[in-house]
């Protein structure tokens, strides 16, 4: 599972069994739709799992954090990504 930083700030989460391969066809511009329209993107984030459903299983649970929460992760916060999960009228 990774998290790339597109050139307009946005992140893109993804998973695959090759990150390098992956990376590179983000960068040709071969990549998913978004990463496409803003490149070039940058790796700030994976974890690696020994199997690919796992991977999934996190890049969709990851994909539905909102943007500080997933700052959160990408800078290692990880004591603050519970607080993260609560609607902001129970902060």
């Known amino acids: 599972m990774y998290i790339l930083e597109c050139a307009d700030g946005s992140f893109y989460t993804g998973s695959t069994k090759d990150l390098d391969r992956r990376i590179a066809q983000h960068q040709a511009g071969e990549g998913a739709n978004h990463t496409s329209k803003h490149l070039p993107v940058e790796l700030v984030y994976y974890e690696e799992y020994s199997r690919i459903d796992w991977a999934f299983k996190r890049e969709k649970q990851v994909q539905g ?27």
């Not at 990880?78 to 999960?85: E, N, R, S, Y």
Request: hydrophobic share 35%; charged share 40%.
């Open 65 to 91: 954090w909102n943007r500080k929460k997933k700052i959160a992760l990408i800078e290692g916060n990880v004591d603050d990504l519970p607080k993260l999960a609560k609607p902001y009228r129970f902060r």
